[in-house]
């Protein structure tokens, strides 16, 4: 998204304006990052939630401690912005890990 946004700012402010080719190419890279911060996320937890249930690990903090790395790890390995955007993404792992807890795993679905 990050980048959709830079390139649809320095497009705006261009000699020849937004092109529709630059619009197009701008939100077909942004979906390819998505792609790629999706897979780089989900493989990382499809791991963890088998490793978890193997071990029978039950603890909220596990799971908020490995969504908080994954969402690290996915932003860290591929913008471009290192300082700017990644707090956003960790805070949104801390949340999902907590979230797929509270679900699946309190509610013993996890089993």
Known sequence: MTLFVVGLIAGVFHPIGLTPAGLATGIFVALVHL???????????????????VLHVRS?????????AIGWLG????????????WSYVLAGLVAGCAYWLVAVRRGLGN
């Not at 996320?41 to 490793?51: G, N, R």
């Not at 909220?60 to 908080?68: E, K, L």
């Not at 860290?76 to 955007?85: F, G, M, S």
């Open 35 to 53: 792609v790629f911060i999706t897979m780089m996320s989900a493989i990382p937890a499809a791991a963890v939630i088998w490793i978890t249930r």
């Open 60 to 68: 909220v903090a596990v799971f908020a401690v490995c969504g908080a």
């Open 75 to 86: 932003q860290r390995l591929i913008t471009p912005w290192p300082d700017t955007t990644i």
